[in-house]
């Protein structure tokens, strides 16, 4: 017996449904730009690293219909390489992309509250004379363990920290695969209502989202 291509394209829709689980969405794939610090000519994490992130990034963001693909790929001079304070984090705000989600990777990020310790990552909203108020960008370390990315673009997306384990938003691992959960999905699709709204943010045309490559 032969099925149509459209009850073909249904079915994992009807499957889902069935099994009681949430209908699938319709997915906004958001360009992102990417900009590594050099050491010497060496840029501190290769591409692979760099898609590895994005791959767990699409993986968790996939439920709540939004996708991530990079756009551009710059490096920036090695003094960007090693934040140390407010200010080196700052300055990445004059290496913006109009319309992109863009993030950076550094060599290493002090943390900047507690200066003994280093931090993974972080979302970070510039501040000072020559900033845009609305500018913010995600910044990740080398030492990064592999759902950093996601994380940081879960506060870019106006999440706060999660004190269930195993939540993407919490520092705690647990004992399934990381996830955002509905409340935070809920706010994903909020802050991308708004992003787009404002012409913050435009989807990527044209792109497949391949959150599962
Ligand atoms: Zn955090």
Redo the contacts with the bound molecule.
């Keep these: 017996m032969r099925r149509t291509a459209l009850a073909l394209a249904l079915a994992p829709l009807a499957a889902a449904t069935a099994l009681g689980q949430p209908t699938p969405r319709p997915t906004t794939t958001l360009p992102l730009a990417v900009t590594t610090a050099l050491e010497g000519d060496a840029p501190v994490v290769d591409d692979a690293w760099i898609d590895a992130q994005l791959e767990q990034a699409n993986l968790l963001f996939a439920p709540h219909g939004v996708a991530f693909v990079v756009v551009e790929r710059h490096t920036m001079p090695e003094r960007h390489a090693r934040l140390e304070n407010r200010r080196d984090r700052h300055l990445l705000g004059h290496r913006l992309h109009r319309q992109r989600v863009d993030a950076f990777f550094v060599r290493s990020l002090r943390d900047v509250d507690e200066p003994d310790r280093m931090r993974q990552?972080?979302?970070w909203r510039p501040r000072g004379e020559g900033y845009d108020p609305r500018a913010h960008y995600v910044i990740v370390s080398s030492i990064a363990g592999p759902t950093v990315l996601a994380?940081?673009l879960?506060?870019y997306f106006g999440n706060?920290?999660s004190d269930v384990p195993g939540n993407v938003?919490s520092?705690e691992r647990g004992d399934r695969p990381p996830f955002f959960d509905a409340a935070q999905g809920a706010r994903i699709r909020g802050s991308l209502r708004r992003f787009l709204e404002r012409g913050e943010l435009v989807a990527a045309d044209g792109v497949s989202p391949g959150p599962a490559r």
Excluded: Q, R
């Design positions: 990552g972080v979302h994380h940081e879960g506060h706060g920290h938003m520092y």
